[in-house]
């Protein structure tokens, strides 16, 4: 199949509007609109174009100053369907969407529509809602997204580790560490719970016990790896949404015990925000990075979230997240050195009102 692909002209409009016509019943896109999103710096439209006919589009959307892209509207022509055409161009756009910085790819598409559901399920799109009375005649509008990785691989050095319960993240990026550091160490399930015990905080926000910064790079130093911190602000942490007292008091009781050791251990600890210089430097040095982030914009929920940075390719800090949400029906593809944009990154890397940024960057044990 011989299909050219190639951005969008305003000599396309008449075909556009054409096919558009033939395709869609509701919801369409008017000339005018298809005239202002071919000139908008913020939107990219690609046509397939098959023995000089234009064989479909797919126009994508890139607002500012997120790391998402939106598949605005997409459509094959009735003659080129079934051909793979739908596919070659979904893949298109994929990589536009990852060569503008994007780190994910969501869409809507028709919840009667089994046709496109199908080709985005086969694409590795994962189901993340459902929204009732989307489209113009009533229709339910099913939500899809896609982490996107270029060519970025899923296979690192850095063994991979999923966590297996939702709030041992920050011991699970540890035991990672410690399995690349030591390549006798194998992570297993009693090491997380273990390794959890030993850096939680026991209460955390509303949930069960988290762990905090200190607790981490303590828990990393006894378990033989070097550990240095970041924590951008000095006082005690993720207290503001604790209301009850007595969880306060265990919290506080506990950061001061971490925080003591740390300094008994000599743990050097910088009381600022970590830069994403400061990331790659350490990176560039062969240290990991276990680095706070909010989870909003991984999964949609503003909960604090340790991942680990293992690299760093020149315009994206790779990652592995050790959360795989299989409501979403993740795999390891979209949690295992994920290439996160710079910007994004640091964008992630903060949480609360306050911004809290916190690092640990971990490394094998400095030589006596
Ligand atoms: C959805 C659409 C873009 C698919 O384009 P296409 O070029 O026909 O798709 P491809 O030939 O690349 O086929 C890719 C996959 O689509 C699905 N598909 C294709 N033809 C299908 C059919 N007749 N019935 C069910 N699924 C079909 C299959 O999963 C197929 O993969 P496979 O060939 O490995 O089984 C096209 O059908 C279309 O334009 N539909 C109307 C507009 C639309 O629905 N847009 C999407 C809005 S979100």
């Given at each position: 199949m011989s299909a050219e692909i190639r951005t969008a002209r305003a000599s396309d409009i008449d075909a556009l509007v054409a096919l558009e016509n033939a395709v869609f019943d509701s919801d369409r896109i008017s000339r005018r609109s298809f005239r202002q999103l071919i000139e908008r710096e913020t939107a990219e439209t690609l046509v397939a174009e098959k023995d000089g006919c234009l064989a479909g589009y797919a126009m994508v959307l890139f607002r500012k100053g997120i790391g998402v892209a939106r598949l605005y509207s997409f459509a094959i022509g009735p003659g080129f369907a079934g051909m793979g055409l739908g596919r070659l161009l979904l893949e298109r756009v994929e990589r536009v969407s990852y060569d503008h910085g994007r780190m994910m790819l969501r869409l809507e598409v028709r919840e009667d529509n089994a046709r496109a559901i199908s080709l985005y399920e086969q694409n590795g799109y994962r189901r993340i809602g459902r929204e009732a009375?989307?489209?113009?005649?009533g229709m339910a509008a099913l939500r899809f997204e896609k982490t996107l990785r270029?060519?970025?691989?899923?296979?690192?050095?850095v063994p991979f580790y999923e966590q297996?319960?939702?709030?041992?993240c920050g011991p699970c990026c540890l035991m990672m560490a410690m399995a690349n550091f030591d390549r006798s160490f194998v992570p297993d399930p009693i090491r997380e719970i273990r390794l959890w015990r030993e850096a939680?905080?026991?209460?955390?926000?509303?949930?069960t016990g988290g762990c905090e910064p200190f607790g981490l790079g303590v828990a990393a130093y006894e378990n033989g790896l070097s550990a240095e911190l970041f924590v951008s602000f000095y006082g005690a942490l993720f207290?503001?949404?604790?209301?009850?007292e007595e969880k306060r008091r265990v919290m506080e009781l506990a950061q001061v015990d971490f925080r003591t050791r740390a300094e008994q251990y000599g743990i050097p600890v910088h009381y600022r925000s970590f830069s994403i210089d400061d990331v790659r430097a350490a990176l560039a040095a062969g240290k990991l990075v276990v680095v706070l982030i909010s989870g909003y914009l991984m999964f949609g929920k503003k909960v604090p979230h340790w991942v680990l940075a293992i690299g760093d390719d020149g315009t994206h800090i790779l990652m592995h997240d050790p959360w795989i949400e299989d409501e979403r029906r993740e795999t390891m593809s979209d949690a295992a050195n994920v290439p996160v944009p710079y910007d994004i990154f640091m964008q992630m890397a903060q949480f609360g009102r306050d911004g809290l940024r916190a690092a640990i960057i971990l490394g094998k044990p400095d030589a006596p």
């Open positions: 009375d989307y489209y113009e005649d270029g060519d970025v691989p899923v296979g690192t050095r297996t319960c939702d709030f041992t939680t905080t026991v209460f955390m926000m509303s949930g207290l503001q949404s604790v209301r009850s």
